[in-house]
């Protein structure tokens, strides 16, 4: 079957403006997260979904951005007012339930001009 | 909080010889999952292994195994007759149970034809 989809997979954007990244994660996966990576570093956790709803949104860097989920299934992460240091990969993942192997998605290269 | 080490930002092995990757954690919880996963240069993260922390044995599959140490909260990878398909960026993570999850800053694996 299919894997996690992510879109745009590239996206280039003026500092200030708003960006909205998806997630497609597989049928039936009920777990989701999204994580940040920068160049040379680990991921960082942003955020998880358990079916729709996000226990924990500590990870999230600042107000400017948000995640939801709709339908146990799409995710959208959302950045407003961009900023330079926003650039980076932002990776999506799924997993049946919590606590299982994690599947991951091309990503999103986001680069803020 | 919790927290993923792992000390070698880079690696090389020769075809065919084992390497081990080293990382090691910190977290006050007794039941956790502990997972590696490889990221190639075409970027997409695949999960390697994964061990549950209440199993002594540890965890195998085919080429790879791990060396888990409860105690001293060690979780090292061993790749036995590696292969140019290894070369890539390897991260260990962890997941317990609170809201967020943990990854290292990665370890970049050559193998030396």
């Known amino acids: 079957g299919a894997g996690v989809s992510q879109s745009p997979s590239n996206k280039v954007t003026e500092k200030g403006k708003d960006v909205e990244l998806r997630c497609d994660p597989i049928?039936?996966?009920?777990?989701l997260y999204w994580y940040r990576q920068s160049l040379g570093q680990g991921l960082e956790f942003l955020i998880y979904?358990?079916?729709?709803?996000?226990?924990?949104k500590s990870g999230l860097p600042s107000d400017r951005f948000s995640a939801e989920r709709t339908g146990g299934s799409v995710s959208t992460l959302t950045i407003q007012r961009t900023q330079q240091e926003d650039s980076a990969v932002y990776l999506c993942?799924?997993?049946?339930?919590?606590?299982?192997?994690?599947?991951f998605g091309d990503g999103t290269r986001l680069s803020i001009l | 909080a919790q927290t993923v080490t792992q000390s070698q930002p880079e690696m090389s092995v020769q075809e065919a010889e084992t390497v081990t990757l080293s990382c090691t954690y910190d977290?006050?919880?007794?039941?956790?999952?502990l997972f590696w996963y490889k990221q190639p240069p075409s970027r997409q993260m695949i999960l390697v292994i994964r061990?549950?922390?209440?199993?002594?044995q540890n965890a195998t599959e085919n080429r790879f195994s791990v060396n888990f140490q409860k105690a001293a909260k060690s979780f090292s990878l061993k790749i036995s007759d590696s292969q140019l398909g290894d070369t890539a960026m390897y991260f260990c993570?962890?997941?317990?149970?609170?809201?967020?999850?943990?990854f290292g800053t990665g370890t970049s694996l050559t193998v030396i034809p």
């Open positions: 993942a799924s997993s049946p339930i919590l606590h299982q192997p994690q599947h």
């Open positions: 049928s039936g996966h009920t777990a």
């Open positions: 979904f358990q079916g729709n709803s996000a226990p924990d």
């Open positions: 977290t006050s919880e007794n039941n956790y999952y």
């Open positions: 061990q549950e922390a209440y199993k002594q």
């Open positions: 993570a962890f997941d317990g149970s609170g809201n967020q999850f943990y």
